[in-house]
Nanobody
Framework: QVHLVESGGGLVQAGDSLRLSCAAS????????MGWFRQAPGKERESVAC????????YYADSVKGRFTISRDNAKNTVYLQMNSLKPEDTAVYYC?????????????????WGQGTQVTVSS
């Protein structure tokens, strides 16, 4: 099993940037696809971005395409989410998730393990 710990959230103004990190423990990280999800109050958890085990392929939700970048460093067992040009509608708890296969996963149900989440608040 893999344990995930997110960091890097905070309170920023619209237009600012944040970089989220997700540190993984466990021996299988490099073989697992990873994703970032977010959940705003009163809304369902939604996919933001995901990346294959090798890092060769990525996926982004339309709402963040061109502003967010997902990446991973398998040597450091860490996945990142660089968020630029933040908007108030990006405000949510952001979760890191992993799945026990190498390919992209687009839904909550595609992931086997989750971090505890980190709050991102964007003020206007």
């Amino acid at each position: 099993q893999v344990h995930l710990v997110e960091s890097g959230g905070g309170l920023v103004q619209a237009g600012d940037s944040l970089r989220l990190s997700c540190a993984a423990s466990g021996r299988t990280f490099s073989g697992n696809a990873m994703g970032w999800f977010r959940q705003a109050p009163g809304k369902e958890r939604e996919s933001v971005a995901c990346i294959t085990a090798s890092g060769a392929r990525t996926y982004y939700a339309d709402s963040v395409k061109g502003r967010f970048t997902i990446s991973r460093d398998n040597a450091k067992n860490t996945v990142y989410l660089q968020m630029n040009s933040l908007k108030p509608e990006d405000t949510a708890v952001y979760y890191c998730a992993g799945r026990s296969v190498a390919g992209l996963g687009y839904s909550v149900n595609a992931y086997n393990y989750w971090g505890q989440g980190t709050q991102v608040t964007v003020s206007s």
